[in-house]
C-alpha cells in the first residue's frame, strides 16, 4: 500500500448490515468465458430475473469496463491482469453493499481468477461459461473471430493468447449443448439458495 494512505474501517454498517437490509446475502458471480460463449447473454437474463424477484444486483460487463474504468489498458497479459483487479475492486465494493454482482468478463487464466478470488474473498463464487473455440467463431456475435483468424487482431483469446478452463467452478453452463433458457435458469437457481440469510 502506498504510503499516506490510511483506508477507514466503517463501525456502523458492515456488509451483514447491508444484506439484512436487503434481504439477501452479497455475493459476485464472475462469469468468465470465450468471447462469444454466452456470458453476456446469460448475464443480463439472470440479472433481469433477480431484479424481478427484488433481488439487488449490480452487472459489469468486460466491455463496458473497459469503455470506462480500464480504457487506458490493452489486451497484454499485464494489462489484463489490472483489467482484472480493477473489476475485482469494483466487484468487492458493491458486493459489500449487499449486491449480488454479476461479472461478465473473459479472465482467460487461472491466476487471472486467482486473483479475482483473493481480492473478493468467500463471496467469490466462479462460473464457467463453457463453448469451444470453434463454437464461439461460428456465432462470432461481435465480427472479432473474423477479424483475429485474418491476423487483425492481436493476442485474442483462445487463439494467440491462452484460454484455461476451470476444473472446479461454482458451476460450469456448457452453452453449445443447452439453451440460453436452461443455462439461465440452471444459475437462477443455485444463486437463490446462495444468497438466502
Known amino acids: 500500500m502506498q504510503e499516506n494512505i490510511f483506508p477507514i474501517k466503517h463501525t456502523l454498517l458492515q456488509q ?11 455475493i459476485v458471480l464472475w462469469m468468465f468465458g470465450l468471447s462469444g460463449s454466452g456470458k453476456t447473454t446469460i448475464a443480463r437474463a439472470l440479472e433481469n430475473e433477480l431484479y424481478s424477484k427484488g433481488i439487488h444486483t449490480k452487472l459489469l460487463d468486460g466491455d463496458n469496463l473497459r469503455a470506462g474504468i480500464t480504457n487506458n489498458l490493452t489486451f497484454s497479459i499485464e494489462d489484463r491482469v489490472e483489467n482484472i483487479r480493477r473489476a475485482s475492486e469494483v466487484s468487492k465494493l458493491f458486493m459489500e453493499n449487499g449486491n449480488v454482482v454479476i461479472c461478465s468478463l473473459v479472465s482467460p487464466t487461472k491466476d487471472i481468477r486467482k486473483q479475482a478470488q483473493e481480492i473478493i474473498g468467500k ?13 464461439c467463431a461460428e456465432r462470432d456475435v461481435k465480427g472479432l473471430y473474423k477479424k483475429a483468424l ?7 483469446t483462445g487463439l494467440d493468447s491462452p484460454f484455461e ?18 443455462c439461465k435458469n440452471e444459475l437462477l437457481e443455485i444463486v437463490l439458495k446462495e444468497i438466502q440469510l
Open 123 to 135: 463471496g467469490f463464487r466462479e462460473v464457467f461459461v463453457n463453448a469451444p473455440f470453434e463454437v
Open 16 to 26: 451483514l448490515d447491508k444484506e439484512k437490509l436487503n434481504g439477501h446475502k452479497g
Open 150 to 156: 485474418a491476423g487483425e487482431i492481436k493476442n485474442f
Open 165 to 182: 478452463g476451470s476444473e472446479n467452478p461454482f458451476i460450469e453452463l456448457r452453452t453449445h449443448e443447452k439453451d440460453l433458457e436452461t
